[in-house]
């Protein structure tokens, strides 16, 4: 990822629920620990954005789409699973090689 680029991710929730609020608090506290000034997340609510899960052909709630830096992938289910999470964003290695000594 060269200086000027940002990830680009879209997570889809379902109103307030327990699970959407996990997966966003999830979700915000990685981004900020590994990408802080470095991405662009968009929450939507499929309640409130119907039409949105068509339209970018989301078949499970919570989903999250990393658009930018390619390749694009879809994480789906259950954010809290942090290494998990920081695979599906290409961000493991990089959290291995800063560990190294």
Do not use: H, N
């Not at 620990?33 to 919570?62: K, M, N, S």
């Amino acid at each position: 990822m060269t200086p000027g680029d940002k990830y680009v991710l879209r997570l889809y929730v379902t109103g307030l629920t327990p699970r959407s609020t996990r997966a966003i608090q999830a979700v915000r506290a990685v981004c900020e620990e590994f990408l802080a000034g470095q991405y662009d997340l968009e929450i939507i609510d499929v309640y409130q954005q119907p039409a949105r899960i068509t339209e970018d052909q989301i078949v499970a709630i919570p989903t999250l789409v990393k658009s930018r830096p390619a390749p694009e992938r879809l994480l789906i289910g259950d954010m809290s699973d942090r290494q998990r999470l920081l695979y599906g964003l290409g961000l493991a290695l990089a959290v291995v090689s800063s560990a190294a000594p």
